[in-house]
C-alpha cells in the first residue's frame, strides 16, 4: 500500500471511529475524493466514496550520481568532469573561493530542477553571468545519475546556442531506459524533487532567517505525504468560502432591501419590511405579497385615493346647456303667463258651447247678448278662433312641461355632484389635502342653493358655481391618480429588487446548515491533519534532534523538538529551545552559526526521508559560520549520512576535511583548482584507500614507537587498505552491472574475512577463497606475499620492514583497483 492509499485509510478509518454526522462525512469524504465528489455531496446526490481518478506516478527507483561534466558553464571553462562512485560514502569537494567547486553543484541542480537557489539569491549580475568569459561556447552541462538495480545510466543534459541568453532556453535531452525525452517530467522526478529537494545551499541553510513562517512551513510539510488532506481542507475552504458568500451576499442585500424600504409611505412596502425583518423571513409571505397585483389593498389612502380617480361629474359643456335650458326655459313660460292661459281658456270654452248652440239651432241671434247674430259668417270666425284659443293653451302647457324638464336636469345636477366621495379625514395628511379643500369649498358653494331658487337663479347658480367644482374635481382626481401612479412606480422598483432578493434567498435556503456542516466537516479535518502531521512529523522531528544535538557542540540552546502548526495563511514551523533551562523561540536566541546548524538540523531529514528516491545529497558550503566544535559535529553528521546515502559537500572552508581527516572519517575528497582561462583540474585528495595507505606510510616512518607496536598498527591500516579498495571494485563492479545497492552491502556486510572480500572483488564469489593467493601469485609472488603479510602481521607476525608493507601494500591496492 503506497502512501496515499495508507493516508486514506487512515481517514477512513479514524472517520468510522471517531467521525463526525453522517452528512458531514460525506462532505470529507468527498473534499478527500476531489472537487467534483464534493460538489455531489453538498448537492446530496453523491454515492459511494469512488476511487481517485488519477493514479499515483510511480516511484523512481533509487537514484544516485555518477558523474557531472560542464563546459562553458559560470567558472568552467573547458569541459570538466566531477566523476562520483554512485553508491553511498562521502565525497568533498574542496577548493578556495572562485576555483569553481561550486560551478559542478550548481549545474547538477541546473541540469535536475532546471533552476537554481542559488542564483535566486542573488543579484541579476551574478545571474546573467552564467556563461563562462573564457569558454562561452560550446555551453553545456550533463548529470549522470545510477537508477538502483538498472545497467544502463540516466543521462540528462543542458546544452545552450551560442546566441542564447536565458539559461531557461536550454535545449534539454534526457536518455533513460533506452529511450530519450525533453525533460525529467517523464521520468516521475518532478514531485520527489520538489518534496525531498537534495540539494542545500548556504541560502537554503540561512532559510531560516530570511523565509515566511509560510515559506518554511510549505518547504517541510511536503515530507509528511498528506497533502489529500490538505488539498481536502482547501476544497472544504473554497466551498465554505463561496457559501458564505452567497449567504452574506443574501443578508446584504435583505438589510439593504430594509433601508429602502423603510419610510416608504406604501402598506405594501411595510408589509414586505417586516417580513425581512424577521429572523427567518417568510419567503411565501413574501412571495404572496409580491403577486399580489396590489389593487385591493388595506391601505386607506391608497383605497380614498382609488375613489377619487372614480368620481366623475358631466363636462362643463353639459351643465352650460341644463343652465341654458332652463333659463330658456323659465323665460318662455314667464311669457305665457298663467292668466293668459286661463283667459284663453275660458274664451274657447264659451266659443266652443255656441258654435254647438248654432250647429244644433242654425243661425240667429246671439242668446247671451241677443243683439249680435250667429250666422255662418260668425260660424267660421268663432271656429278660427277656437283653433287659435286652443294653440295658445297647448304652447303655454309645453312651455311649462319644457321648464318642469329643465329643472329636473338642474336638480339632478346638483344632487349628483352632492354623491361625490367624502373625505372622513384619511387624505388630511396626504398629498391630496390642498386639492381636497379646494373641491370641499366647491361642493361646498354648489350645495348652497335654496330650495325655492327660482328658475333663473337656479341656472345662475349652475353656470357660476359648476366650472369651480368640476375643476376642483378634475384636478383633486389628477392629484389622486398621479399619487397612485408614482406610488405604484415606487413599488414595482422595490417589487423587482423584492423579486430578485426572493429569488435568491430561495436558492441559498440551503445553504446556512450547508455552511455549518462545511465549518463542521473543516474542523475535524484540521484535527485530524494534526494528529496525522504529529505522528508522522514524529521522526523527522526526532532525526532534526539527534542532527542538532550533535552540531549543537558546546552550545547552551537545547532544541525541544520542532512542529508545524496552523494551516492556511497561519501555517509556520515552530522551533520552543531551552537556554540553561528556560524556554524560548529559536530566533530570538541563537547566533548566526548556530542557525545555520538548525537550518541543516531541519532540512537535512527532509532531503534524506526514507521515500526519497533521491539518495544522494548535495552540500554547499555548510560550514558557513560555524564554530570549530560545531565543524566537527557536522563531520559526525555526514558521517552518519553518507552510511546509507551518497553524500556530497563543496567547501572553502578547510576545516571540514582536516575534521573528516582527524576523526578519521572514510571520505572520498576531491580537490578543484582554476588555471588561467577557466581551466578547472579535480584531483582527489583523500579517498579511503589513499588515508590508509598514507597513515601506514606516516606511521611506518615514524622512530618514537617500537617496532613491535607500530607493526601491527601499519599492518592494520594496509589491510584496511585492501578491504577499502576491494570494497570499491565490488561496488563499481556490481553497480555497472545494474545489481541493488542494498544487495551489495548486504554482501559486503557478510565477507568477514579479507580473504572473502578479496575473493568476491576479484572473482565476484566469496566462497573462492582458495583462488585468492594463486591469482596474487599470477600478478607476482610479492603480491601473494603482500597479502599473507597484512593478514599475518595484524597479529604480531615478522615480515620485512613496515616501509617495504606500505610500498607493497600500495602495489596491490593498484592492481586490485
Not at 594496509?718 to 553497480?735: D, K, L
Request: hydrophobic residues 40%; proline residues 5%.
Amino acid at each position: 500500500m503506497d502512501a496515499d492509499e495508507s493516508l486514506q485509510q487512515l481517514v477512513l478509518d479514524k472517520l468510522t471511529t471517531d467521525g463526525p454526522a453522517p452528512d458531514v462525512t460525506r462532505l470529507i469524504l468527498g473534499a478527500y475524493v476531489g472537487d467534483q465528489q464534493l460538489a455531489a455531496a453538498m448537492a446530496g446526490t453523491d454515492t459511494d466514496l469512488p476511487t481517485p481518478a488519477a493514479a499515483a506516478a510511480p516511484r523512481p527507483s533509487p537514484l544516485y550520481l555518477e558523474a557531472v561534466t560542464v563546459e562553458g558553464f559560470r567558472g568552467v571553462g573547458p569541459s570538466a568532469s566531477l566523476r562520483l562512485q554512485p553508491h553511498a560514502g562521502l565525497t568533498l569537494i574542496v577548493g578556495r573561493n572562485g576555483s569553481g567547486k561550486s560551478s559542478f553543484a550548481e549545474a547538477a541542480e541546473l541540469a535536475l530542477t532546471g533552476d537554481s537557489a542559488r542564483w535566486a539569491e542573488r543579484n541579476s549580475v551574478f545571474r546573467d553571468g552564467w556563461r563562462n568569459l573564457h569558454h562561452a561556447d560550446p555551453c553545456g552541462i550533463e548529470v549522470t545519475v545510477r537508477a538502483d538495480g538498472v545497467t544502463t545510466p540516466i543521462r540528462v543534459a543542458r546544452k545552450w546556442q551560442a546566441d542564447q541568453t536565458d539559461p531557461g532556453q536550454a535545449d534539454t535531452r534526457v536518455s533513460a531506459h533506452g529511450n530519450t525525452y525533453p525533460g525529467i517530467e517523464q521520468l516521475g522526478w518532478t514531485q520527489p524533487m520538489q518534496t525531498y529537494r537534495p540539494f542545500l545551499t548556504a541560502g537554503d541553510l540561512g532559510r531560516l532567517m530570511t523565509a515566511t513562517p509560510s515559506g518554511l512551513f510549505d518547504a517541510l510539510a511536503p515530507i509528511l505525504g498528506i497533502d489529500p488532506i490538505t488539498d481536502a481542507d482547501q476544497r472544504l475552504m473554497h466551498a465554505r468560502r463561496d457559501i458564505n458568500a452567497r449567504v452574506t451576499a443574501v443578508k446584504t442585500a435583505r438589510e439593504d432591501l430594509l433601508r429602502r424600504l423603510t419610510g416608504v409611505d406604501d402598506d405594501r412596502a411595510r408589509t414586505a419590511a417586516a417580513i425581512l425583518a424577521a429572523r427567518r423571513p417568510d419567503l411565501a409571505a413574501l412571495d404572496a405579497l409580491l403577486a399580489d397585483a396590489g389593487e385591493e389593498t388595506a391601505d386607506p389612502v391608497a383605497a380614498a385615493c382609488r375613489r377619487m380617480t372614480t368620481a366623475l361629474l358631466p363636462e362643463p359643456q353639459a351643465a352650460t346647456r341644463v343652465a341654458d335650458e332652463l333659463a330658456a326655459a323659465a323665460e318662455l313660460a314667464g311669457t305665457l303667463s298663467a292668466q293668459r292661459e286661463q283667459t284663453s281658456g275660458r274664451l274657447a270654452a264659451l266659443l266652443d258651447l255656441a258654435v254647438a248652440h248654432h250647429d244644433a239651432h242654425g243661425n240667429g241671434p246671439c242668446p247671451v247678448c241677443g243683439t249680435g247674430a250667429l250666422d255662418a259668417g260668425w260660424r267660421a270666425q268663432a271656429a278660427e278662433s277656437l283653433t287659435r284659443m286652443r294653440a295658445d293653451a297647448e304652447q303655454s302647457r309645453q312651455a311649462d312641461r319644457r321648464l318642469d324638464r329643465a329643472r329636473s336636469e338642474a336638480y339632478t345636477l346638483l344632487s349628483g355632484a352632492r354623491h361625490l366621495p367624502a373625505d372622513d379625514g384619511t387624505l388630511a395628511a396626504s398629498p391630496l389635502a390642498e386639492h381636497l379643500t379646494r373641491l370641499q369649498a366647491a361642493l361646498a358653494r354648489w350645495s348652497a342653493i335654496p330650495a325655492d331658487a327660482t328658475a333663473q337663479q337656479l341656472s345662475a347658480h349652475i353656470s357660476t358655481a359648476y366650472p369651480a367644482l368640476y375643476d376642483a374635481l378634475t384636478a383633486t382626481r389628477e392629484a389622486a391618480a398621479d399619487w397612485l401612479h408614482r406610488r405604484h412606480d415606487a413599488w414595482r422598483a422595490h417589487a423587482a429588487a423584492l423579486q430578485e432578493w426572493l429569488g435568491k434567498a430561495r436558492s441559498t435556503s440551503t445553504d446556512e446548515p450547508l455552511l455549518a456542516q462545511v465549518k463542521t466537516a473543516r474542523e475535524w479535518l484540521r484535527d485530524a491533519a494534526e494528529q496525522i502531521r504529529s505522528a508522522r512529523l514524529a521522526p523527522f522531528a526526532q532525526q532534526s534532534q539527534q542532527i542538532w544535538d550533535r552540531l549543537r557542540q558546546e552550545s547552551n540552546v537545547e532544541l525541544s523538538g520542532m512542529r508545524l502548526d496552523g494551516t492556511t495563511t497561519r501555517r509556520r514551523v515552530a522551533f520552543p529551545v531551552t537556554v540553561d533551562g528556560t524556554a524560548t523561540s529559536a530566533m530570538a536566541v541563537m547566533s548566526q552559526g548556530e542557525l545555520q546548524a538548525l537550518g541543516l538540523a531541519v532540512f537535512l531529514p527532509r532531503a534524506c526521508a526514507e521515500d526519497s528516491p533521491f539518495k544522494f545529497l548535495i552540500i554547499d558550503d555548510p560550514v558557513h559560520s560555524m564554530d570549530p566544535s560545531k565543524v566537527d559535529g557536522l563531520a559526525q553528521v555526514l558521517d552518519e549520512l553518507a552510511r546509507d546515502r551518497q553524500v556530497i559537500v563543496f567547501t572553502h572552508d578547510n576545516r571540514l576535511p582536516e575534521a573528516i581527516r582527524r576523526l578519521q572519517i572514510d571520505a572520498t575528497i576531491w580537490e578543484v583548482q582554476r588555471r588561467e582561462g577557466s581551466v578547472v583540474e579535480l584531483r582527489k585528495n583523500l579517498d579511503p584507500v589513499r588515508r590508509y595507505l598514507d597513515d601506514a606510510n606516516a606511521l611506518a616512518k615514524t622512530n618514537e614507537l617500537v617496532d613491535d607496536v607500530r607493526r601491527p598498527v601499519v599492518a592494520g591500516f594496509c589491510r584496511s587498505a585492501i578491504e577499502a579498495a576491494s570494497h570499491e571494485r565490488i561496488r563499481r563492479n556490481r553497480i555497472r552491472r545494474g545489481d541493488p545497492h542494498a544487495h551489495i552491502e548486504e554482501l559486503i556486510d557478510r565477507a568477514h574475512t579479507l580473504t572473502q572480500t578479496v575473493a568476491l572483488a576479484m572473482f565476484d564469489d566469496q566462497q573462492r577463497g582458495g583462488d585468492v593467493l594463486p591469482a596474487l601469485h599470477r600478478i607476482g609472488p610479492w603480491a601473494a606475499d603482500t597479502f599473507k603479510a597484512c593478514q599475518e602481521n595484524v597479529h604480531g607476525a615478522q615480515h620485512g620492514t613496515l616501509e617495504t608493507l606500505v610500498q607493497q601494500t600500495t602495489r596491490l591496492v593498484k592492481e586490485l583497483r
